[in-house]
Nanobody
C-alpha cells in the first residue's frame, strides 16, 4: 500500500504566503515525478507544478515567479511554497506521485485527498 497526503492549506489574504507539503508513505521503492494540481470551484483540475526525480521542474505560466516546488527525496516529501497569492489561486490543491512499489517493476500514480487553499481579496 502507498499513501499520499497533503498538508498546509488554509485561508490567507491576497499577497500572503502559504507552504504546502505532500508526503508519500508505505511500501515505496522509488518515487519518480511528483505533481501539484489544483481545482477551482466549477473548473477542471489543472496542473500547477511538477518536480521530476532529477529535480527538474515545470510551472504553469500563471504561477511562475510566485510558486516554488521542491522535494526531499529521503523523506519522499514534496513542497509548494506560494507567495504573492491571488484570489484566483483559490482552490483545492492535490498532489500525486508516480511510485514504483518495493519488489515491483511497474509504476502507479497515487493521489492525495486534497487540501483547500482560500485567498481572500
Amino acid at each position: 500500500q502507498v499513501r499520499v497526503e497533503e498538508y498546509g492549506g488554509g485561508l490567507v489574504q491576497a499577497g500572503g504566503s502559504l507552504r504546502l507539503s505532500c508526503s508519500a508513505s508505505g511500501s515505496i521503492g522509488i518515487v519518480y515525478d511528483m505533481n501539484w494540481y489544483r481545482q477551482a470551484p466549477g473548473a477542471q483540475r489543472e496542473l500547477v507544478a511538477t518536480i521530476r526525480s532529477d529535480s527538474t521542474t515545470y510551472y504553469t505560466d500563471s504561477v511562475k515567479g510566485r510558486f516554488t516546488i521542491s522535494r526531499d527525496t529521503a523523506k519522499n516529501t514534496m513542497y509548494l511554497q506560494m507567495i504573492s497569492l491571488k484570489a484566483e489561486d483559490t482552490g483545492v490543491y492535490y498532489c500525486n506521485a508516480e511510485v514504483q512499489r518495493l519488489g515491483r517493476s511497474d509504476r502507479y500514480i497515487y493521489w492525495g485527498q486534497g487540501t483547500q487553499v482560500t485567498v481572500s481579496s
